[in-house]
């Protein structure tokens, strides 16, 4: 659909036609224009910087070749990226995705997502994404390991800690962050917090792996508050079995829900006595097995195969903590039906635009990736803190702040989404506020 605004449209258009094959790049940049119309209408120096039609295309993207030997002595070849999106407001910043599935178009919506987010934080950093088609799972530790120690023989030399701090993301936890870390020691002679995520023996930061699921649900509480609702004896349904969807589990859990069904990319686990957060950890951190497991650990669980039937499991609260556009026109109908209070997204893009149009258009609480999961990439931030003072918080003191900047995350989207005439609109709330901050930069540093 075209964006109500002539140069909004403009710019948007002319990506389309040049980057047809980058879908999830263009679903991005789309969703985000079109809640720019009010702030382009109202400062005209937007337009005349064309300070969009800069924002929307990165500063740098590094494609590199990844060859690496199996455990056979065979050579493979994957395929790296870095995309260095907007520094307007500080150092790159944003996770690697390691999985079959990664495209330069997934990197660039990845990165493009992140400018926003990391501008909502408050902290200086700015966007920026990377990853690689080579998907861990099935990898024995000794081909993780060559594959990291390729990875970053090629990434090292654009990355730095004021230039560009890498983390986790799908693929990417916290084996995958030392492989890399060591690599990139060796070959600078250097150790810097140049990669987050770190573990706490070498600089990591308390908290940081449970920081976007808890974040998620202080971000979720904060909006619930506002509307009169918690997560007091609420059914939740979260998505995905990975690093964000534990940690949201539990602090779910933690704030009175009841979390009664989960998936990996297999098929999905319902359980109405709650799930154990703990059996997740078991099963997806140290056994690195599937969630259908679950059962042999918990016998009132059943499993289902395939994914999408878990969004018809009856629920007042969605959390989707897996992938982009895991809940399609079809799932969101289902959400609706069941009556559910809102939608509050843990993963990046997890709804598709006829998704979101519907969850809003029957009048159900609707978050954004970019601002309720921003509670990892803003102790990213905080890990960066700690690494330049050379000192280590406690966990209550990371998490205290987590807490607080979440609210804060919540009460900035909301004032903005006020301020611009869509009073409760946190979607537009929220690209709103991430955008006047990055904007402002690029305007007082001039055309660069
Ligand atoms: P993980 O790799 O730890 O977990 C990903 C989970 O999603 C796994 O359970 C995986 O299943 C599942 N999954 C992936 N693709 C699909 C699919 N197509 N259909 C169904 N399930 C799928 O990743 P994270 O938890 O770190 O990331 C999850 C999401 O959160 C991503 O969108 C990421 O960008 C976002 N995010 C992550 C942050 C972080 O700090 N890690 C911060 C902010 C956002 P399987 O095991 O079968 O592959
Ligand atoms: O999407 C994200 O915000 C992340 N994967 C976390 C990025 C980070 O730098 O911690």
Not at 21 to 28: F, G, N, S, T
Not at 250 to 278: F, H, P, R, W
Request: glycine content about 12%; aromatic content about 10%; overall charge negative.
């Amino acid at each position: 659909m075209a964006i109500n605004n002539a140069y909004l449209n403009s710019v948007y258009e002319d990506l389309a036609a040049r980057y047809a094959e980058q879908h999830e790049y263009l679903e991005a940049v789309n969703e985000v224009l079109e809640t720019l119309v009010p702030v382009v209408e109202s400062d005209p120096r937007l337009e005349k910087e064309n300070i969009i039609g800069r924002i929307v295309e990165p500063e740098r993207a590094i494609i590199f070749r990844v060859p690496w030997v199996d455990d056979q002595g065979k050579v493979q070849v994957n395929r790296g990226y870095r995309v260095q999106f907007n520094s307007a407001i500080g150092p790159y910043k944003g996770g690697l995705r390691f999985r079959d599935n990664v495209t330069l178009g997934m990197i660039k919506f990845l990165g493009f997502e992140q400018i926003f987010k990391n501008a909502l934080t408050t902290l200086p950093m700015g966007g920026g994404k990377g990853g690689s088609d080579f998907d861990p799972k099935g990898k024995s530790d000794a081909e993780v390991m060559r594959f990291c120690q390729s990875f970053m023989t090629e990434l090292f030399r654009h990355i730095g800690a004021d230039t560009d701090v890498p983390a986790g993301d799908q693929g990417v936890g916290a084996r995958e962050i030392g492989y890399l870390f060591g690599q990139y020691k060796r070959l600078k002679n250097e150790w810097t917090g140049v990669l987050t995520g770190k573990g706490l023996t070498y600089g990591g930061s308390l908290a940081r792996t449970e920081a976007t699921g808890y974040g998620l649900c202080y971000f979720t509480n904060a909006y619930l508050k506002a509307n009169g609702q918690s997560f007091e004896g609420k059914k939740v349904v979260v998505s995905g079995s990975g690093n964000v969807a534990i940690y949201a589990c539990q602090k779910a859990t933690q704030l009175g829900g009841k979390v009664i069904a989960m998936y990996d990319s297999n098929g999905y686990i319902v359980d109405e006595n709650g799930i154990d957060y703990k059996v997740m950890q078991v099963i997806k951190e140290q056994k690195r097995d599937r969630i259908s497991t679950y059962v042999n650990y918990v016998p009132t669980a059943k499993y289902y195969e395939g994914c999408k039937g878990i969004w018809t499991v009856p629920a007042d609260i969605y959390l989707p903590c897996a992938t982009q556009n895991e809940i399609d026109a079809e799932s969101a109908r289902a959400i609706v039906a069941n009556g559910a209070i809102g939608v509050f997204e843990g993963s990046n893009m997890p709804c598709t635009p006829e998704a979101i149009s519907i969850i809003k258009g029957a009048g159900l609480l609707y978050s954004p990736g970019k601002a309720s999961n921003a509670g990892g990439v803003a102790t990213s931030g905080l890990e960066m803190s700690q690494n330049s003072e050379r000192l280590s918080w406690s966990f209550e003191e990371v998490d205290g702040k987590l807490q607080g900047i979440m609210e804060s995350i919540y009460n900035a989207c909301a004032d903005a989404a006020e301020k611009y005439g869509m009073p409760g609109d946190i979607q537009a709330g929220a690209n709103i506020a991430g955008f006047l901050k990055v904007a402002e930069a690029m305007l007082a540093q001039g055309v660069c």
